[in-house]
Antibody, heavy 121, light 109 residues
C-alpha cells in the first residue's frame, strides 16, 4: 500500500523559512516524479512544485518561484519543500503527491493527508 | 499561469448523469493530453479519477469518463451516487508547470 506522510507544518512568522518533508513507502520511490500541491483555507487546489524521479529537473509555480525549493533524497524515500520568505498567502494545507511516471505531468495517483502551514505574526 | 476555468457548481439526482467542463488555452489543455480529474472530499486527500484525458486508474468505476475537444476537457459522472458529492478539480500539464481548475462543487440532490 502506498503511503505518503507529510510533516513540518506549523505556525511560522512572515519572512521566515520552513522545511516540509514527505516520507514515502509502498512503491519504488526513485522511479516516480513527485509533486507538492497546496490548498489555502476556503480555496481550491494549487499546484506548487514538481520534481522528476532522479531529481534532475524541477518545476515551480510562478507564485513560489525563487522562494521555494523542491528536492528529494532517494536513499531516504523522502521528498522536501524548503520554503523561504514566507508570506501570509502561503498559508495552506500542503499535500505531497506521487506522479504516475518518472516525469512531471500532473497525473497525481497517490496523495498524503497534508500538513498545515500557517504564516502569521 | 492562469487557472483553468470550471463552473463553480453542478448538481444532479441519484442515477442521473452530470458533465463538468474545464476550459484552458492552447498552451495547456489544447496542447497536451495530460488532463486529469480529481475528486476531493473536504478533510481528505484528493483522489485521481481520470488521467491523460480519458484513462481511469485501477479501481475507479466506469461511470466516470473523460474527454477533450480543443481547449476544453470534460468529466462525465453517470449513475450519480451520494458518495459522488464532492469538489472536483481538473488539471493540465502546461510544459513547465501544471495548472489546476478552480474546482466544481458537485451536489447530489
Amino acid at each position: 500500500e502506498v503511503q505518503l506522510v507529510e510533516s513540518g507544518g506549523g505556525l511560522v512568522q512572515p519572512g521566515k523559512s520552513r522545511r516540509l518533508s514527505c516520507v514515502a513507502s509502498g512503491f519504488t520511490f526513485n522511479t516516480y516524479a513527485m509533486t507538492w500541491v497546496r490548498q489555502a483555507p476556503g480555496r481550491g487546489l494549487e499546484w506548487v512544485s514538481g520534481i522528476t524521479s532522479g531529481g534532475g529537473i524541477t518545476y515551480y509555480a510562478d507564485s513560489v518561484k525563487g522562494r521555494f525549493t523542491i528536492s528529494r533524497d532517494n536513499s531516504k524515500n523522502t521528498l522536501y519543500l524548503e520554503m523561504s520568505s514566507l508570506r501570509t498567502e502561503d498559508t495552506a494545507v500542503y499535500y505531497c503527491a506521487q506522479d504516475l511516471s518518472f516525469a512531471v505531468a500532473g497525473d497525481l495517483v497517490s496523495w498524503g493527508q497534508g500538513t498545515l502551514v500557517t504564516v502569521s505574526s | 499561469q492562469s487557472a483553468l476555468t470550471q463552473p463553480p457548481s453542478a448538481s444532479g439526482s441519484p442515477g442521473q448523469s452530470v458533465t463538468i467542463s474545464c476550459t484552458g488555452t492552447s498552451s495547456d489543455v489544447g496542447n497536451y493530453n495530460y488532463v486529469s480529474w480529481y475528486r476531493h472530499h473536504p478533510g481528505k486527500a484528493p483522489k485521481l479519477m481520470i488521467y491523460e484525458v480519458n484513462q481511469r486508474p485501477f479501481g475507479v468505476p466506469a461511470r466516470f469518463s473523460g474527454s477533450k475537444s480543443g481547449n476544453t476537457a470534460s468529466l462525465t459522472v453517470s449513475g450519480l451516487q451520494a458518495e459522488d458529492e464532492a469538489d472536483y478539480y481538473c488539471s493540465s500539464f502546461a510544459g513547465s508547470f501544471v495548472v489546476f481548475g478552480g474546482g466544481t462543487k458537485l451536489t447530489v440532490l
